[in-house]
């Protein structure tokens, strides 16, 4: 992974030094995508089609290379064949996947022309957090418990595109991403444990922790956005 992260700045700072920029040249596109997003691999074993929306901005350093940063919000539901597996418990779970990229862009036609398909690469951080709400089914008085884990990790999100330029200020985005989260730990503690219990009480490795069912996060995004050229 640090060979790659390298790499990704390695590739950053010879674009900027082979990049012929002059005042008239600058070029800014600030947009916004949003679209749907399929988990895969032990990832979709617990969760299924979400919501993916994300930020970008990007700095053009010459007609086909631009870099930039995306902040991106990715939201999965239940895979209920594992979560209403048991008929005595109704769960509600959802998941979460914050990044915050830094991204390259290699344009394959020059910016001007109003089709502009692309390459990119995004490098950087990853905030994951999983919610488990369960309430008991069996009971005239269930009591609702709840749990948080999260973790923060670094992964990678290459894509595939193409803009449209629609006038002078306007472009649409179509685009093609996968998501790669790797390193995930085998089990992670549960924060905000409800109903809270005593400090003097001694929770049993499976009430402090979840054992994870996958090691990585690879997801499938397609995206539709609107951007704005400056």
Not at 36 to 62: H, I, Q, R, Y
Not at 171 to 183: G, Q, S
């Amino acid at each position: 992974m640090k060979a790659l992260f390298l790499a990704f700045l390695s590739l950053v700072f010879i674009s900027s030094l082979s990049a012929q920029r002059s005042n008239k040249d600058d070029r800014f596109i600030v947009g916004l995508n949003g679209g749907v997003v399929k988990p895969m691999g032990d990832f979709a074993n617990e969760s299924k089609l979400g919501t993916d929306l994300s930020l970008n901005a990007k700095m053009l350093l010459n007609p086909k290379i631009a870099v930039g940063l995306s902040v991106g919000y990715m939201d999965f539901a239940q895979n209920d064949d594992l979560w209403s597996g048991d008929n005595r418990v109704k769960s509600d779970v959802n998941y979460q996947i914050i990044p915050i990229v830094f991204t390259a862009t290699y344009f394959i036609q020059a910016y001007d022309l109003d089709f502009r398909p692309y390459a990119s690469l995004g490098f950087g951080y990853f905030l994951y957090r999983n919610h488990v709400e369960s309430i008991p089914t069996n009971t005239y008085t269930p009591i609702k418990s709840e749990y948080t884990i999260s973790s923060n990790k670094i992964g990678l999100i290459p894509n595939v595109g193409f803009m449209y330029n629609l006038s002078k200020k306007l472009a649409v985005d179509v685009n093609l991403k996968l998501t790669y989260i790797p390193n995930f730990e085998d089990k992670l503690e549960k924060k905000k444990i409800k109903p809270s219990l005593s400090d003097d009480v001694e929770l049993s490795d499976l009430q402090k922790y979840r054992y994870m069912g996958f090691d990585k996060i690879t997801t499938t995004s397609l995206t539709v956005g609107m951007y704005y050229r400056f």
